[in-house]
């Protein structure tokens, strides 16, 4: 009964930003944790950023300073400013949300950052 889908990948230049949106639908009363994992090709995939109960509790070292998770329970949306975005930052970004006690996960949306 839930579906998560994200938007807002795509092909961007070093330096550049992108903001990521996750839109969750379906039947329920908040959503608990938001984060966002990136998988880039041959890695595993690995957290990025994350809000469980409101807090902000994760940030990958790589993306201090660079990043920002932000979420909105009224709205059921997740989002993940990226700026100064490098090469290494090249991944498929995938919202996760956990509702309850049950876990979701988006499609994936691909963020590549090359010249």
């Known amino acids: 009964q839930v579906q998560v889908v994200e938007s807002g990948g795509g092909l961007v230049e070093p330096g550049g930003s992108l903001r990521l949106s996750c839109a969750v639908s379906g039947n329920f009363f908040s959503i608990y944790t938001m984060a966002w994992y990136r998988q880039a090709p041959g890695k595993q995939r690995d957290l990025v950023a994350g809000i469980t109960g409101g807090r902000i509790t994760n940030y990958a070292d790589s993306v201090k300073g660079r990043f920002t998770i932000s979420g909105d329970n009224a709205k059921n949306m997740v989002y993940l400013q990226m700026n100064s975005l490098k090469p290494e930052d090249t991944a498929v970004y995938y919202c996760?949300?956990?509702?309850?006690?049950?876990?979701?996960w988006g499609q994936g949306t691909q963020v590549t950052v090359s010249s």
């Open positions: 996760y949300v956990r509702i309850r006690t049950v876990a979701y």
